[in-house]
């Protein structure tokens, strides 16, 4: 069961499930409110307990703030250089057809490649992994995450039955 499939950057494709990260302070909350969401109908497929003892953070897709950054700079890095490549290429054949072709595409490729590196690693650190850093963290501490996946419906749902059990019985 994939729960967190948007920490690993499936955000720009149109989810069929959504997801819904409940944090709580110890493993006793943690599970009376799993159990709490079992008793109102939702399935334990639909369900997950992150913390010591339970499911890892690994386990669940919850991937680690660099690993992020890293695979985002490689995507936007051959990306680009691929597209820099092709259109130095093209404008070089086109616009300048005395130069030396070769040596402008690899020009361009190489820096079009860096300059998309650095920029995929600053998007996937500050976007993605800042999420991820921040259950990571709450994990860290010892916190556990309870996580709702499936239709809107079902994830409304069970917002619902947490938000209307009392917070000071769950902490």
């Given amino acids: 069961m994939t729960i967190a499939r948007f920490f690993r950057g499936t955000t720009l494709k149109r989810r069929l499930t959504h997801l819904a990260i409940v944090v709580l302070p110890d493993e006793a909350s ?19 307990i992150v913390g010591e003892g339970y499911s890892s953070p690994e386990r669940v897709g919850l991937m680690a703030p660099l690993h992020i ?9 051959v990306t680009a250089a691929c597209s820099g490549i092709i259109l130095s290429l093209v404008a070089s054949l086109v616009l300048m057809p005395g130069w030396n072709t070769a040596l402008v595409v690899l020009i361009t490729g190489v820096l079009s490649g860096s300059c998309a590196a650095i920029l995929g690693g600053l998007f996937g650190f500050l976007g993605e992994g800042s999420t991820a850093s921040i ?11 309870l996580l709702i996946e499936g239709p809107e419906k079902l994830v409304h749902s069970g917002q619902e039955v947490l938000g209307n059990y009392s917070a000071t019985s769950l902490y």
């Fill in 30 to 48: 943690a599970f009376q409110a799993y159990r709490l969401l079992h008793y109102h109908g939702i399935s334990p497929e639909n369900l997950a």
């Fill in 135 to 145: 259950y990571r963290h709450h994990l860290n501490h010892g916190r556990y995450l």
């Fill in 69 to 77: 950054a890293f695979q985002k700079a490689r995507s936007f890095g």
